[in-house]
């Protein structure tokens, strides 16, 4: 079924990790539109593609906002089908593992109380909608063709990708996800940076001549949080029309041991760390390409830019005063 113009769109992920039934989370959508004044259509989605394809089809018929029910994943999925621009906006029901975009942004836990402050905000009630900055990593693949994704929170290349595929390719660490939840990523990361070394590439920062250096992590934020245990791009805000990057040179397990400096948002300029912002990255691989991960998806590990889409997504900020939001 088509979404129709100014419809409130739901996007179900039937695959995060929230046990909320999918009957029970419909009918809390449709109640909180009602409420609203609003006309609901709630749309499960079986793969990340449906979802991209559901949120194209929301804004080609001038939907008035996408929800993704589930983890930051879902609202991933959603962003590669709204283009730059659209007046659709974005909002969340978190449901995921981490949620990190509900954590940074202060959204309500429960997912009524969610989509009420969303809804509040997109009828600038409470709060209002804004106009926030996007990430896009241009990579190229092994045939050499260029893919492209956007990001709303964060893309990182060694260590931290290192952990997210070991999670994904592993049966044994997804179970571990299951029942841990975020700190199965950090055991992830210990056994990854055992024995591991750097990664060497060169990197151009905003058009200067490449750089040559070997990297254990670099992350590049959109918003500050690596989940939501390890603030590794403290002063970043999605309102400045630049990403932020954090870059830790040496071996992988150099940036495993910095990690307890991120937990209390200190890990300053110093020897082998650098933190920048920038409008557009350019990372050349001169050996083994470091892993990559864009908002948790593994990506494809070859050459990359990073650009800066400012102002190139609208969602939904009930709480406009948190500190990523520039308030
Ligand atoms: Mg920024």
Redesign the pocket.
Known sequence: MQPQPDEIVFVLNPQAGNSLQPRTLTAICHAACEQAGRAARVIATRTPGEATETARQAHDAGAAAIFGCGGDGTLSALLQGLPVGSETALGAVPLGTANVWAYETHLPSTPMAAISAQLAALDGIQGQPLWV?TGKVWSTRADGSIAEQRFLLMASWGLDAAAVSGIVGSERRGRLKRVLGEPAYFLSAVQEAIGRKAWPVAISVDGAPHVETEIGLLTV???RMLGTWLEV?PH?????????MLMVEGAPWRALALSPLARHSWLPNGPGVTNL?FRRLEIACLGEPPPNQIDGDPGPPTAYAID?EPGALRVLCPNPTSAVLGG
Do not use: F, I
Not at 236 to 244: F, K, R, S, Y
């Open positions: 900055d934020g959109n918003t791009n970043a805000t999605v309102v400045d029309g630049e990403l932020d912002r800066a």
